[in-house]
C-alpha cells in the first residue's frame, strides 16, 4: 500500500480524498494556489505545497510545479480527483517515468477513451450499442452530405477531441451542413486544437444514464450501477440520482454487462464511468467514458455502501476486487450547491460567505470545503457543496431533500439552492418525467421574501 499520497487537487474532492486516506493510515500531501491559502484541503492535509498563483494554468495545472512537489515530499502516489490533470494521458506517462503511481488508468487507456472516433471504434469492436453514425472524420462535403442521407436527419455532428457538449452541432437539414460543420470545426480548433468532426443520428430528448464501473490489475471489471444525470443545463449536470426514474431490472442488466465490456475492452483499471444516451424506447447508446472519479459518485457510494476513493486506492496498489456487481439498496439523490445566481442565468457569484449552516441529519450527507468566513475564489468553478440524501424510495429521498434544502443556508453570496427547493416541487420531476432537455422549459418562479 502507498505511504503517502500527493493529491493534485483543491476543494471538496481534495478534502473528500484526504478523508480516506486517514481511514486508510496514508499520509496526505496537499497542493495549493495561493488563492487556496485559507482552504481546508490545506488545513487537512499532513503537509502542504503552495504550487503557484491562483491561474489554474501556473498552479493545479502545471505538471512541474506538482512534479517538484512530489520531489520534496517524496510522495509515492498522486490522486488527480477529477477536472485539471485527472484524464491527461502526459501527466500519467510522466508520473509512471517519476516512478510515482497515477491512481487512475494507464495513460493508453485514457488516450483510447480520450478520442471519441477511436473510443466509439472500441466500442463497436466489444459489442458495446454506439449511436449510428458513419464513425470516421468527416473529410468533405459531398461525403458529409452523402452520410447524413444515409443516417437520416437530424444528424449531430462532434468533435472528436470533444465531449461534455463543446463543439457539438445540430443539423436538420442538407443545406445547412456545410455551414454548421465548418462552426463546429472552428470551434473544435479553438477549444482542442483538433478540428476532426465525425457525424452521428441525433437522439432527440434522450436520458443520460452512466455506470459506474471498477477494473482491477488483474483483469476483472464489475458495475456498480447507473446515476441518471438528465437534469443539467449547458452541459452542467446540477442533479444525479441512482436507481434512474426511467430503469428497470432487464434493462440494468443489459447496460450493465455493456458498461463492463467497454471496460474490459481496454482492460481497464481505476473507477470509471461509462455514459450512455437513452431514448424513451429504452434503446441505450455508448457516448463517452470517463476514466476518473466523478462529481456525483457519492450517490453510488450511498445506495451501495462503500467507498469509492478507498476501492480506487486499493486498485491502484495492486488489490483485486471481489468480482461481483452490486445494486442499490437504497434511493440517494445530490443536489450541486454553486454559488451561481439561479436568477441570473446561473452566473457565478464568487465572495465571501458570511454564514453557513449545512444540513444535518439522518440520511444527509454534505461534501464541502467551505466555512462562515471563507471567501469563494474567482478563478475556479463554482460548486461549493454536494448535498446527498438518501432514503428507502425516491419519495421519500424527494422529501428528504426538500427538508435538508430548507435547513442549508449560505449568506453572503448567492447560490443554486432555490433552484433545487423548486425543482423538488415539480411535478413531473416528481413523477421521473424528464430528459436532458428538461431544464430548457424549466422556469424559475421569483422568490416570495416569507
Ligand atoms: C448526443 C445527443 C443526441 N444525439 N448525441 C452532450 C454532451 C456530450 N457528451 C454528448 N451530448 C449529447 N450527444 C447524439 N447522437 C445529445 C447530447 C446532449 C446531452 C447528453 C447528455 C446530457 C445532456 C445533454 C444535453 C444536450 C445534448
Given at each position: 500500500?502507498?505511504?503517502?499520497?500527493?493529491?493534485?487537487?483543491?476543494?471538496?474532492?481534495?478534502?473528500?480524498?484526504?478523508?480516506?486516506?486517514?481511514?486508510?493510515?496514508?499520509?496526505?500531501?496537499?497542493?495549493?494556489?495561493?488563492?487556496?491559502?485559507?482552504?481546508?484541503?490545506?488545513?487537512?492535509?499532513?503537509?502542504?505545497?503552495?504550487?503557484?498563483?491562483?491561474?489554474?494554468?501556473?498552479?493545479?495545472?502545471?505538471?512541474?510545479?506538482?512534479?517538484?512537489?512530489?520531489?520534496?515530499?517524496?510522495?509515492?502516489?498522486?490522486?488527480?480527483?477529477?477536472?485539471?490533470?485527472?484524464?491527461?494521458?502526459?501527466?500519467?506517462?510522466?508520473?509512471?517515468?517519476?516512478?510515482?503511481?497515477?491512481?487512475?488508468?494507464?495513460?493508453?487507456?485514457?488516450?483510447?477513451?480520450?478520442?471519441?472516433?477511436?473510443?466509439?471504434?472500441?466500442?463497436?469492436?466489444?459489442n458495446v450499442p454506439v449511436v449510428p453514425g458513419s464513425g470516421g472524420l468527416l473529410t468533405n462535403t459531398p461525403d458529409a452530405l452523402k452520410q447524413a442521407e444515409e443516417?437520416?436527419?437530424?444528424?449531430?455532428?462532434?468533435?472528436?477531441?470533444?465531449?461534455?457538449?463543446?463543439?457539438?452541432?445540430?443539423?436538420?437539414?442538407?443545406?445547412?451542413?456545410?455551414?454548421?460543420?465548418?462552426?463546429?470545426?472552428?470551434?473544435?480548433?479553438?477549444?482542442?486544437?483538433?478540428?476532426?468532426?465525425?457525424?452521428?443520428?441525433?437522439?432527440?430528448?434522450?436520458?443520460?444514464?452512466?455506470?459506474?464501473?471498477?477494473?482491477?490489475?488483474?483483469?476483472?471489471?464489475?458495475?456498480?450501477?447507473?446515476?441518471?444525470?438528465?437534469?443539467?443545463?449547458?452541459?452542467?449536470?446540477?442533479?444525479?440520482?441512482?436507481?434512474?426514474p426511467f430503469m428497470t431490472p432487464s434493462l440494468r442488466k443489459k447496460m450493465g454487462e455493456a458498461a463492463?465490456?467497454?471496460?474490459?475492452?481496454?482492460?481497464?483499471?481505476?473507477?470509471?464511468?461509462?455514459?450512455?444516451?437513452?431514448?424513451?424506447?429504452?434503446?441505450?447508446?455508448?457516448?463517452?467514458?470517463?476514466?476518473?472519479?466523478?462529481?456525483?459518485?457519492?450517490?453510488?457510494?450511498?445506495?451501495?455502501?462503500?467507498?469509492?476513493?478507498?476501492?480506487?486506492?486499493?486498485?491502484?496498489?495492486?488489490?483485486?476486487?471481489?468480482?461481483?456487481?452490486?445494486?442499490?439498496?437504497?434511493?440517494?439523490?445530490?443536489?450541486?450547491?454553486?454559488?451561481?445566481?439561479?436568477?441570473?442565468?446561473?452566473?457565478?457569484?464568487?465572495?465571501?460567505?458570511?454564514?453557513?449552516?449545512?444540513?444535518?441529519?439522518?440520511?444527509?450527507?454534505?461534501?464541502?470545503?467551505?466555512?462562515?468566513?471563507?471567501?469563494?475564489?474567482?478563478?475556479?468553478?463554482?460548486?461549493?457543496?454536494?448535498?446527498?440524501?438518501?432514503?428507502?424510495?425516491?419519495?421519500?429521498?424527494?422529501?428528504?431533500?426538500?427538508?435538508?434544502?430548507?435547513?442549508?443556508?449560505?449568506?453572503?453570496?448567492?447560490?443554486?439552492?432555490?433552484?433545487?427547493?423548486?425543482?423538488?416541487?415539480?411535478?413531473?420531476?416528481?413523477?421521473?418525467?424528464?430528459?436532458?432537455?428538461?431544464?430548457?422549459?424549466?422556469?424559475?418562479?421569483?422568490?416570495?421574501?416569507?
Open positions: 500500500m502507498f505511504q503517502k499520497i500527493l493529491i493534485a487537487n483543491r476543494g471538496e474532492i481534495a478534502l473528500r480524498i484526504i478523508r480516506t486516506c486517514k481511514e486508510m493510515g496514508i499520509k496526505t500531501v496537499a497542493v495549493y494556489s495561493t488563492a487556496d491559502r485559507e482552504s481546508l484541503h490545506v488545513r487537512f492535509a499532513d503537509e502542504a505545497v503552495c504550487i503557484g498563483p491562483p491561474s489554474s494554468a501556473e498552479s493545479y495545472l502545471s505538471v512541474p510545479k506538482i512534479m517538484a512537489a512530489v520531489e520534496i515530499t517524496n510522495a509515492d502516489a498522486i490522486h488527480p480527483g477529477y477536472g485539471f490533470l485527472a484524464e491527461n494521458a502526459e501527466f500519467a506517462e510522466i508520473c509512471t517515468e517519476y516512478g510515482v503511481k497515477f491512481i487512475g488508468p494507464s495513460a493508453d487507456m485514457i488516450r483510447k477513451m480520450g478520442d471519441k472516433i477511436t473510443a466509439k471504434d472500441t466500442m463497436i469492436k466489444a443516417i437520416g436527419y437530424p444528424v449531430i455532428l462532434k468533435a472528436t477531441a470533444g465531449g461534455g457538449g463543446k463543439g457539438m452541432r445540430i443539423v436538420w437539414d442538407p443545406e445547412k451542413l456545410e455551414g454548421e460543420w465548418e462552426k463546429a470545426r472552428a470551434e473544435a480548433k479553438a477549444s482542442f486544437t483538433n478540428d476532426g468532426i465525425y457525424m452521428e443520428k441525433f437522439i432527440e430528448e434522450p436520458r443520460h444514464i452512466e455506470f459506474q464501473i471498477v477494473g482491477d490489475q488483474h483483469g476483472n471489471v464489475v458495475h456498480l450501477s447507473e446515476r441518471d444525470c438528465s437534469i443539467q443545463r449547458r452541459h452542467q449536470k446540477l442533479v444525479e440520482e441512482c436507481p434512474s463492463i465490456a467497454a471496460g474490459k475492452s481496454i482492460n481497464y483499471e481505476g473507477v470509471g464511468t461509462v455514459e450512455f444516451l437513452v431514448d424513451k424506447h429504452r434503446n441505450f447508446y455508448f457516448m463517452e467514458m470517463n476514466t476518473r472519479i466523478q462529481v456525483e459518485h457519492p450517490v453510488t457510494e450511498e445506495v451501495i455502501d462503500h467507498d469509492l476513493i478507498k476501492e480506487q486506492i486499493k486498485v491502484a496498489a495492486g488489490e483485486k476486487i471481489d468480482g461481483k456487481n452490486y445494486f442499490p439498496k437504497m434511493h440517494a439523490m445530490e443536489c450541486r450547491i454553486n454559488a451561481e445566481d439561479p436568477f441570473n442565468d446561473f452566473r457565478p457569484n464568487p465572495g465571501k460567505i458570511t454564514s453557513f449552516h449545512s444540513a444535518k441529519g439522518q440520511g444527509v450527507r454534505v461534501d464541502t470545503h467551505v466555512y462562515a468566513g471563507y471567501t469563494v475564489p474567482p478563478y475556479y468553478d463554482s460548486m461549493i457543496a454536494k448535498l446527498i440524501c438518501k432514503a428507502q424510495t425516491r419519495e421519500e429521498c424527494i422529501r428528504k431533500m426538500k427538508r435538508a434544502l430548507n435547513e442549508f443556508i449560505v449568506e453572503g453570496i448567492k447560490t443554486t439552492v432555490p433552484f433545487h427547493k423548486q425543482l423538488m416541487e415539480d411535478e413531473d420531476f416528481i413523477n421521473g418525467n424528464f430528459n436532458t432537455g428538461f431544464l430548457n422549459d424549466f422556469v424559475l418562479k421569483e422568490e416570495s421574501d416569507s
